[in-house]
């Protein structure tokens, strides 16, 4: 049932539907078992202000009276002693005993590797290999749990044991439902992302945290393991911190799709709801899910937080191997297509964003590479105003058979109606489609709850002790992954001005300011036809993009290093194969910046594009809601 604010938000008279649909489909899937409590979030009672820049609060839309239930609770440490046991094999692994259907959440990244039972992660079950696999839970999202499961046959794992640096002796006593080697996890990108994004905003995204709550704290020896493997280790039962848990009626997500392919029907499901309602956690749950029969196609349409690429583009991929950490572990997979619309807000370029999304959705459905494949649809939290414009658009362009609206308990986070097919068909509220017959829509309306919510925040801004750091921050940090994985700093081409076209996407500019702009931006390299492209009197000149820009898919993003005029020639940094860069005679530049940090962590004398900060508010950035102090 939904909160009283849902109600207020879409009529008295409406309920959520899931109840009727959990009548119209058999769902026989198992589920495991999980607490009643379908909110993932709880509120911490400590400052954690020094965690989390202040944002402004809204208006709250529940009871005063859960929050003081709450408050009355008292606070009791929980032991994962009690359905767990470990062992220090080295100075970075440990071996987890775990008992049947039984977890523990953690924050930080970990290499798992199972040798008896079952192991779910966000939806993927891990079963014993050979093989460690990385995962990674870090701070600012929803901690990720291992949930261990008994094998269906009773495996001997004594050579295992012994391969991983167990005593003889001891392997041989090691018993357990879900017996699992953990192993610290170290890599180049993740050091490069940690130290960058330092500079400027001290957070601890991936390791371990020393001063936490008390009653977060284990005994000695889980403390022991948490310093080998650089991870805090968290009951299930806590609930002061952003855990994942799986929403009550998921499961009706799987079946739709199985109903879909039991009527030959190409399974297309688009997640829809406002900012921070967890679209892309459920999307990932499920492309997790759906991985288990074939692999899926994942359509991106966020541009703010991508979840296959950085900020700022549209994308779709196909899914082979399972998402085990959020968007910024993932921007290095491949992609079909990506399409930069050089904007991370669509206010300001509605019409390019539905241009892009109709390139993308066809695409989809006419590459033969996609048939029969599940379509997962990943939207942007905009909810109101243009933002419903352009979703409604997309759903009729995209014909789904399932949509999953997420709502809520803030109305302020929720469409204003119900995504029903009749609704969406004859609804006005469009930016470039026309409601009437020519939208035959027929699909599936599931609505869930929000996961994670805190369950008594005052507001849709509230924070926890790990909660969600600013949205910038954020960002910023799928931009240093993307440097980091590609191998920051990037080679380094000389190619002539005049074999290029450039362009700016975010604004207007004199095309006389053009090599301003451009220089140390961030640029998407691809190829223009000649019909768009207007030539320089000056043949030793760059050309410039025509008035009517258009889709042309991304070959790759560089940074532009220098210009030198004098001979002609601009220095690009990328790391994309030579035999494609050749290709490339287009450059576009947008609002997706270099990251200050990786300028600012150069301690060099002399160091280019930085300059000393004057003492004079006047010279600071400009800011939308904030005046100089004087």
């Known amino acids: 049932m939904p909160h009283k604010s849902q109600k207020i938000a879409h009529g008295s008279e409406k309920e959520i539907n899931v109840e009727s649909m959990r009548n119209l489909f058999s769902n026989g899937g198992g589920k495991r078992s999980r607490p009643k409590n379908s909110e993932n979030d709880a509120p911490s009672e400590m400052d954690s202000s020094a965690f989390n820049s202040s944002l402004v609060s809204e208006t709250s839309d529940f ?26 094999i080295s100075k970075d692994k440990a071996l987890i005993i775990l008992n049947d259907d039984s977890g523990f959440y953690f924050k930080g990244k970990l290499q798992i590797k199972v040798l008896r039972g079952k192991l779910e992660i966000l939806g ?88 936490i709550p008390e009653e977060w704290q284990n005994d000695e020896e889980i403390v022991d393991v948490e310093k080998v493997l650089d991870v805090n280790l968290l009951h299930p039962a806590n609930s002061n911190s952003r855990l994942f848990r799986v929403g009550d009626n998921w499961d009706l997500a799987l079946t739709s799709v199985e109903i879909a392919h039991k009527n030959s029907v190409t399974p297309r499901l688009l997640v829809a709801g406002g900012k921070g309602v967890g679209k892309s956690t459920f999307s990932r749950w499920l492309t997790n899910k759906l991985l288990v029969k074939s692999p899926v196609v994942f359509l991106d349409l966020d541009p703010g937080q991508a979840e296959l690429s950085v900020p700022g583009y549209l994308s779709v991929g196909i899914i082979t191997q399972p998402f085990l950490g959020p968007n910024f572990c993932n921007v290095d997979r491949p992609l079909e297509m990506s399409l930069y619309l050089g904007d991370i807000n669509v206010a300001n370029c509605p019409g390019r964003f539905s241009k892009l999304t109709k390139t993308l959705i066809d695409f989809v459905k006419e590459d033969a590479r996609f048939q029969n494949l599940p379509v997962v649809v990943n939207t942007m939290g905009w909810c109101r105003g243009v933002g419903l414009m352009l979703v409604i658009d997309t759903i009729r362009y995209l014909q789904p058979t399932t949509l999953v609206q997420l709502h809520s308990r803030f109305h302020r986070k929720n469409y204003p109606y119900s995504l029903d097919h009749n609704t969406v068909s004859t609804s006005k509220d469009c930016w470039d489609s026309s409601p009437g017959t020519s939208h035959r829509l027929s699909y599936s309306l599931l609505e869930f709850l929000a996961v994670p919510e805190s369950v008594s925040a005052k507001d849709m801004r509230s924070k926890d002790y790990w909660g969600l750091p600013d949205p910038r921050i954020t960002r910023e940090a799928v931009l240093l992954s993307y440097l980091g994985k590609a191998g920051w700093p990037s080679p380094v081409y000389r190619i002539p001005l005049a074999s290029l076209t450039l362009g ?31 030539k320089p009197d000056n043949s030793s000149m760059y050309s410039v993009l025509g008035r009517n820009v258009p889709v042309m898919p991304s070959l790759g993003m560089g940074l532009v290093r220098n210009i030198d005029m004098s001979a ?62 004087m």
């Not at 702009?517 to 691809?526: E, K, Q, S, T, Y």
Request: glycine fraction near 4%; proline fraction near 3%.
């Open 63 to 88: 009871d005063q009276e859960e929050i003081a239930d709450e408050e009355m609770e008292e606070v009791v440490r929980k032991d994962l002693g009690e359905f767990m046991k470990f062992k220090i």
């Open 124 to 211: 993927h079950t891990l079963v014993p290999s050979n093989k460690f696999v990385s995962v990674y839970s870090p701070r600012g999202y929803s901690l990720l749990d291992a949930h261990g499961y008994k094998g269906d046959a009773e495996e001997l794992i004594a050579d295992k044991l012994l391969a991983e640096g167990v005593g003889f002796d001891e392997s041989k006593l090691v018993t357990g439902d879900c017996v699992l080697v953990v192993k610290k996890l170290s890599e180049t990108w993740t050091s490069f992302l940690q130290k960058n994004l330092n500079v400027k905003t001290k957070l601890n995204l991936l390791h371990r945290d020393q001063n």
């Open 504 to 534: 700016v996407l975010h604004t207007k500019v004199d095309c006389t300011a053009l090599l301003a702009v451009m220089n140390l931006a961030l640029v998407d390299l691809c190829r223009v036809e000649e019909k768009y492209v207007r």
């Open 568 to 629: 002609g020639v601009l220095y690009l940094a990328t790391s994309i194969p030579t035999s494609v860069l050749d290709t490339v005679n287009c450059l576009l530049t947008g609002s997706t910046r270099l990251p200050d940090s990786v300028l600012l962590s150069h301690k060099q004398k002399g160091a280019p594009y930085l300059a000393s900060s004057s003492a004079n508010p006047l010279d600071s950035a400009w800011q939308r809601h904030h005046k100089p102090r």
